[in-house]
């Protein structure tokens, strides 16, 4: 079982940048396929970005790719989501998972942390 918790959100100007970081207990992290998923009010949960176990390969959506940066460092059992150039329209609770496979599912991970609220104010 794999425990998640979410820090770094906050309220940044739009154009400006945050990073999450994702921390993990346990000692399987290395294993786990990482995703980060957000969550806007009124809206259901929405992919963002993943990452494979070894940190190879990495998928984003359309709407953060390029100005968001996932990494993972297993030594730290961490995952980072750098997010640069933001736009009010991320304002979302973003949350970390932990599954199995690559997905931009949310039902495919297994394993979530509380949320941590970014709000990009225009």
């Known amino acids: 079982q794999v425990q998640l918790v979410e820090s770094g959100g906050g309220l940044v100007q739009a154009g400006g940048s945050l990073r999450l970081s994702c921390a993990a207990s346990?000692?399987?992290?290395?294993?786990?396929?990482m995703g980060w998923f957000r969550q806007a009010p009124g809206k259901e949960r929405e992919f963002v970005a993943f990452i494979s176990a070894s940190g190879s390969s990495t998928r984003y959506a359309d709407s953060v790719k390029g100005r968001f940066t996932i990494t993972r460092d297993n030594a730290k059992n961490t995952v980072y989501l750098q997010m640069n150039n933001l736009k009010p329209e991320d304002t979302a609770v973003y949350f970390c998972?932990?599954?199995?496979?690559?997905?931009?599912?949310?039902?495919?991970?297994?394993?979530w942390g509380q949320g941590t609220q970014v709000t990009v104010s225009s």
């Open positions: 346990g000692r399987t992290f290395s294993r786990y396929v």
């Open positions: 998972a932990a599954g199995n496979m690559y997905s931009l599912g949310s039902s495919d991970y297994a394993y």
